[in-house]
């Protein structure tokens, strides 16, 4: 095993981050620690993921050292908890901007309403210094996460949106402090205070962060959800007594009891009782499921009518929907090729400002009007205020998180952001036959006798053989046998032969059983049932064919009934323009009776597993984009060899490696909600991009006063404040529309 595929994972919150540029920061800093593979900061929900073999305590020294704070998250954080956190930070912001907005709006009241003595007069010498004392105590309250982030910023020789908030509220006051001591020497149209206008951007900017944190906390509320379905307690049988314990706590192999109306805590078979569980949270299905001794049960889910007792088979970080919530934390903090391009401009993008406010300064104090100091004062500032890179940083990881939880509230689990991104783009579709179009459930259909065999003979034969095989169709034989009670025989010098059959010895004769292929290999003629065969297959049945000592002995035919849904997804895949091929090991006459029921043109038969990723390749290098939906274990390099790979998973199964997206429930009408949700989901990152690029290319010239040599027009540093916090407001919320995507079917 590679060291890639060896390496652990290790989430950690990071706070302090306040725009794209810190990224780029964080990330830089974790991927410094000795033993990391690789790194992915989220910007959206202030959160990192870590491969390798990285001792944690170091990473999260190492961002420390980058100057953010860092936490190392274990375990299923308490959704509770988390939005506590979240409403206590929504709560603080908004007092801040209470107080900063407060102020700011008293001394425009006062200014407009002629109450404001004149800078230099009797009255402004001791009104001035007064406000300027107040203002100084609220930048500190309302505005020093800004200033400290911005120091530890340019001690580590970067920049951000900190410095930018700090460099244009805080030159605002050292100005009016300036004017105010200096306002004998000052010509009279330079004397203006901009008290007001640094208290009220830090109001407009922390009014934003509010409105933005409030509306970022709904991004989460899939995972939130996820989170909430797993139990704090179980219920165990220890020394024959019923026992509460906390989840974590809870064994392998321990016996559990769940009651009605009550979430099963772990993973497990049911032992004992029976009843119906509602799966909706890990499949989209609102239908219930009964449950009977045998059958498995996931943690998570709802138990409805019946008590029953089970056996633990996984726990912790293993159950399924540890699985799922893993999966989704992996898909919304990737990063799909869109977003590295605004992870590279914001990387700069501040830089870039500072100096064109610098310049912006020179511009007017050389050339502009009188008072020049005063106009190249305020158009700099406006500059460094409206240019804040947020809207752009949050552009894509925002649109991920809510496209990835729609999903999984729908039973789909997007692995990769770059599935997200690519799925709306597939020309072309490989639809494996078992398990995706079928059901996947064979059945014995038909067992036929030759040279005077009995049928249970046959069925016997063919049963004892199979025992040794995976096969689906082998586990249909092997329930047609248990059914009629045959007893099985003991199989030496078993071998399956891939894609073909099996062979063996039972009682010292040979024995042959599989396709026709497999009789040619062995030189058993079977050309008088070519007729037969062919019947058999045009009714949709896959019939096997079994020899003993060298001479047909029967055959047995097993049909696998196509999903009820397949014909309709088939449908609205085409609707899409979609190019659609089903790949299979079956024989050609069978593979086209299945394919013509679910309206599915192009066939591929009596295709080998390993061959199926080479029909994918052949497809590429023909143009096409290439989805590939099959079973994820059979079909691993066939889905890792498409563009998209989708694996139809189960509840249980749900770390399919190979697979890009697994659609839990199974349901090939899924696979058109996928591509519907990349198509929205990229649309919806291109508008917030356009929004963030169109936004900060029309404000930047406007700020540094380009419209007012012609139109007179010079933008205010306060509208500047507010225009710069509604544009991440914008963003975050044009991304949740997301959250209300409805699919084909839904109501």
Known sequence: MSREESSEEVRLSVLGMSCAGCVSAVEGALSSVPGVTSVSVNFADHSAQVKGHADPDQLVRAVKDAGYDAALVVGLE?????EERELQRYRELMKKAAVAGGFGALLMIMEYAGGMPDIGSGAGQWFWPEVAVITLGILVYSGWHFYTGAVKALSLGQANMDTLIALGTGSAWLYSCIVIDYSGVLPSLAKHA?????VVILAFINLGSGLETRARGKTSSAIRRLIGLQPRMARVIRDGFETDIPIEQVGLGETLRVRPGEKIPVDGVLLEGHSTVDESMLTGEPIPVEKSEGAEVVAGTMNQSGSFLFKATRIGRDTALAQIIQSVRQAQSSKPEIARLADKISGIFVPVVVVISILTFLVWYAFGPVPSLGYAFVTSMTVLVIACPCALGLATPISVMVGVGRAAQSGILIRKGEALQTAGKLTCLVLDKTGTVTEGKPTVATVEVADGHAEADVLRWAASIESGSEHPLAAAILSAAKEKRI????????????????????????VVFGNK?????????????????????????TPMLLAVKGRLAGIVAVSDPIKKDSAAAVERLQRLGIRLLMVTGDNETTAR????????????????????????????????????????????????????????????????????????????????????????????????LFGAFFYNTVSIPVAAGLLYPVFGILLNPMIAGAAMALSSVTVVTNANRLRWLKFGGES
């Open 78 to 82: 308490d959704p509770a908890e988390e």
């Open 194 to 198: 901009y008290f007001e206008a640094a």
């Open 487 to 510: 007893p099985l025989e003991k199989v030496a010098k078993f071998k399956a032969v891939a894609g073909h059959g099996v062979t063996g010895q039972i009682g010292g004769q040979d």
């Open 517 to 541: 292929a497999l009789m040619e290999q062995h030189g058993i003629d079977i050309s008088r049932y070519d007729g037969r065969l062919e019947q058999l297959s045009s009714l949709g049945q």
């Open 593 to 688: 009776a299945v394919a013509e029921q679910a309206g599915i043109a192009e066939v591929r038969a009596q295709v080998l597993p390993k061959d199926k990723a080479a029909v994918v390749k052949e497809l590429q290098r023909q143009g096409e984009i290439v989805g590939m939906v099959g079973d994820g274990i059979n079909d691993a390099p066939a889905l890792a060899q498409a563009d998209v790979g989708m694996a139809i998973g189960t509840g249980t199964d749900v770390a399919i490696e190979s697979a890009d997206v697994v659609i839990i429930q199974g349901s090939l009408l899924k696979v058109p909600e996928v591509v519907g949700l990349s198509k929205a989901t990229v649309a919806n990152i291109r508008q917030n």
